[in-house]
């Protein structure tokens, strides 16, 4: 069984920058995708970014490309989500999820997590 944790959440001023971070334990097939998706009061939960175990291929959603970079510590089995240059549109709760697809280019679509922590809370003033 895969569990995620996510930490590393907060308050800042737009302009700011804030890095969360997801620990990951269980089996490592069924990690092959990792991903941060988003979810603001009243719409849907959208991907952010994603990336193959390993660190390879990073893939970020156009609203985030350019302020955000996805990583993963494979040491520690950590991935990590660094936020810069945050915008009022950027708040809402983030979360980490994890899918065993094998490819070579990580999904954005929801329903290919099979794993999800429990959520970070993002806020950003403007």
């Known amino acids: 069984q895969v569990h995620l944790a996510e930490s590393g959440g907060g308050s800042v001023q737009a302009g700011g920058s804030l890095r969360l971070s997801c620990a990951a334990t269980g089996p490592k097939y069924s990690r092959n995708c990792v991903a941060w998706f988003r979810q603001a009061p009243g719409k849907e939960r959208e991907g952010v970014a994603n990336?193959?175990?390993?660190?390879?291929?990073?893939l970020y959603a156009n609203s985030v490309k350019g302020r955000f970079r996805i990583s993963q510590d494979s040491a520690t089995n950590t991935v990590s989500l660094q936020m810069n240059n945050l915008q009022p549109e950027d708040s809402g709760i983030y979360y980490c999820?994890?899918?065993?697809?094998?490819?070579?280019?990580?999904?954005?679509?929801?329903?290919?997590?099979?794993?999800w922590g429990q959520g970070t809370q993002v806020t950003v003033s403007s």
């Open positions: 990336i193959v175990r390993g660190g390879y291929n990073p």
């Open positions: 999820a994890a899918a065993g697809t094998l490819a070579s280019d990580c999904p954005f679509a929801r329903v290919e997590y099979n794993y």
